[in-house]
């Protein structure tokens, strides 16, 4: 049984199209350059990392598309509007570092 290759880039293309978002305005939400966008979509394996970064800013589940990628990815907090958000996620931040620098300090003992 062979897994089915997806293009990347393909999926992303499409889903700009289909998004009706002139593809300047996409990237820049996304916080790329126009002509980064065109280099994105023509890259098969295009990083994980970008994918989520273009979902995540302009709404678009790439989960069902891409093997990889779980709909948990765009759950994150976009900008706070309110003091009280921002308060809030930066608590909620905190609490991840604090979790991953306890992992980390692990292990280093387990290694030394």
Not at 15 to 33: L, T
Not at 88 to 96: H, M, N
Request: a positive charge; charged letters at 30%; proline letters at 2%.
């Amino acid at each position: 049984m062979s897994k089915k290759s997806v293009h990347r880039g393909d999926i992303l293309k499409n889903a700009i199209k289909n998004s009706g978002i002139a593809v300047k305005v996409a990237a820049n939400k996304a916080g790329y350059s126009r002509s980064s966008y065109y280099k994105h979509i023509e890259q098969a394996n295009l990083s994980l990392h970008i994918l989520i970064q273009y979902g995540k800013n302009l709404e678009i589940d790439f989960s069902k598309d891409i093997p990889g990628i779980n709909s948990i990815d765009y759950t994150e907090a976009g900008r706070p509007t309110t003091l009280k958000e921002a308060l809030k996620q930066i608590d909620v931040l905190k609490e991840k570092y604090y979790l991953l620098l306890e992992k980390y300090n692990k292990l280093l003992e387990i290694k030394n």
